[in-house]
């Protein structure tokens, strides 16, 4: 009898452990899910800053591209109104000598 009673008390402190391992076990479940969600957040946060990144170096490169064409046109602009002073120039010293 006595034996029997230690046997079932024996067998309820381990059925409590099991509860405890169980509920910490959940916890534990729950933690892990949450931080999983914090992780995927982090992720997709990092991923969208990446993508600002490329799109504003993407612009900024546009920008720079636009800005060399500006230039380009203005010192061709520039060379054509060096060509049309020249020739300029060069006829009012034609029209001089023969006005001498």
Request: glycine share 2%; aromatic share 0%; hydrophobic share 40%.
């Given at each position: 009898q006595k034996e029997m009673?230690?046997?079932?008390?024996?067998?309820?402190?381990l059925e409590k452990v099991?509860?405890?391992?169980?509920?910490?076990?959940?916890?534990?479940?729950r933690k892990s899910g949450e931080l999983e969600r914090e992780l995927?957040?982090?992720?997709?946060a990092e991923q969208a800053r990446q993508e600002a990144a490329k799109s504003e170096?993407?612009?900024?490169n546009?920008?720079?591209?636009?800005?060399?064409?500006?230039?380009?046109?203005?010192?061709?602009?520039e060379l054509e109104l060096?060509?049309?002073?020249a020739a300029l120039e060069a006829e009012k010293k034609d029209?001089?000598?023969q006005a001498d």
């Open positions: 009673e230690e046997l079932q008390a024996h067998a309820r402190r099991l509860e405890d391992a169980n509920s910490e076990l959940a916890g534990l479940t995927q957040q982090a992720e997709q170096k993407a612009a900024k546009a920008e720079l591209e636009a800005l060399r064409q500006r230039v380009h046109e203005a010192l061709a602009a060096r060509s049309h002073q029209l001089q000598q």
